[in-house]
């Protein structure tokens, strides 16, 4: 306080120099594996030379004078799960080259608490909306998936654009949904960063004839070398038509694109790796995925279903659109999978009554907030 009264121009940028300094002198002159954010340093050791960290630690701030937590709850023992900046930090399975970093219990209670209040209640103040969005942002870092953002997005959304207290549908989709996550209570996982992408190519076909609606699914999965390895092709009998297009429309393509991406994410999402791009001819799939919203109420079934997916198997795809005539996911939509299988790809049985299954309780479990629920009547 003598030297950095807070408050004072530059005070805080000042500080944090003094803290990267100490933090490089660890690093680099006594060669103790730490990070430093602001005056909080965490050091990294094995089982066997723990004690000796410490010690160099703990000696090395009383040299440079540096007032620090010797004991108590700020200073404590090395650990394979321990609390460190707000979060749980878990290197168990460092050798495996996986670290998991999670929102603490209490923070993830309290925030539960709030978002049941929300939901049940459905209203809230342009404050308490701020207020939120902040809780949530920190919280958000150390979750999983698009989800956490929409969420984000979705709470300022209604601080700066509604007018009104009472929380919009897309607004409670987001809220609902970022609820599930915090309830599942799955840490973030970080592992290396893999440099080959998968693709997956997508598509469905819906064509009215007479009396009678040809409707197919199809899709294709590529390894990083761009050679398609597998694909499904399934046609859709008149129940799945029906359960996709329940008010009968003059055409249901929207609905059966969607389908066709959640069945491959279903299909090959456990055997893929996190960098994923997943092509569709569907503008509006895509727009849907990326944005997190669609009013279709279908569609937004297939939306909570591809998002769960991708949170529990901690993917990230990058969606994108692939004109109809590249797309090679078009040929089996229509059945057709001659050309696929003289490029040596695996033909991989699919039961499109099951994945629709799979789909509706997925969908209930994490949109009954909404209203998103399914009965067996429905499947």
């Known amino acids: 306080m003598r030297a950095l009264p807070f408050g004072a121009v530059k005070s805080v940028h000042a500080f944090l120099r003094a803290s990267a300094s100490l933090w490089f002198l660890l690093v680099k002159e006594f060669l103790v594996l730490a990070t430093n954010y602001f005056d909080d340093f965490v050091t990294l050791a094995e ?6 960290v410490t010690a160099c630690v703990h000696m090395f701030f009383k040299l440079v004078g540096w007032a620090f937590a010797a004991e108590g709850p700020k200073a404590p023992d090395f650990a394979e799960l321990f609390t460190a900046l707000g979060v749980t930090i878990n290197v168990g399975c460092l050798h495996t080259g996986l670290v998991t970093v999670g929102n603490t219990e209490s923070r993830r209670e309290e925030l539960l608490k709030v978002l049941d209040e929300l939901l049940t209640s459905r209203k809230l103040t342009k404050p308490e909306a701020l207020r939120l969005r902040g809780r949530l942002q920190f919280a958000a870092g150390h979750v999983f998936g698009r989800v956490a953002k929409s969420a984000l997005a979705a709470v300022t959304a209604h601080a700066y654009e509604g007018g009104s207290s009472t929380l919009s549908n897309q607004a409670l989709l987001a809220l609902s949904l970022h609820k599930r996550i915090l309830e599942s209570g799955r840490p973030r996982e970080l592992r290396p960063t893999c440099n080959e992408s998968w693709y997956i190519q997508t598509d469905a076909c819906f064509e009215p004839e007479s009396d009678y609606v040809l409707a197919g699914i199809g899709g294709v999965l590529f390894a990083p070398d761009g050679k398609p390895v597998a694909f499904f092709s399934q046609q859709l009998n008149q129940q799945m038509i029906a359960a996709l297009n329940p008010g009968s429309r003059k055409t249901a393509i929207f609905e059966c694109e969607f389908f066709a991406l959640f069945c491959a994410m279903l299909l090959w999402g456990s055997s893929v790796s996190s960098a994923l791009v997943l092509y569709t001819d569907n503008n509006a ?21 591809v998002l769960s997916l991708e949170t529990e198997l901690q993917l990230a795809p ?22 696929l299988l003289k490029m040596g790809a695996q033909r991989h049985e699919l039961c499109a009554e099951e994945c ?11 949109g009954d907030d909404l209203g998103i629920r399914t009965s067996q009547r429905e499947k």
């Open 285 to 305: 799939v895509r727009d849907a995925m990326i944005s997190c919203h669609t009013t279709n109420a279908v569609a937004k079934k297939i939306l909570v279903a």
């Open 356 to 366: 629709w299954d799979v789909l509706l309780s997925r969908a209930g479990t994490w």
């Open 318 to 339: 990058w969606f994108a659109r692939v004109p109809t005539d590249s797309n090679l996911a078009d040929h089996p939509s229509r059945l057709e999978v001659e050309l």
């Open 47 to 52: 089982d066997t030379e723990a004690s000796a």
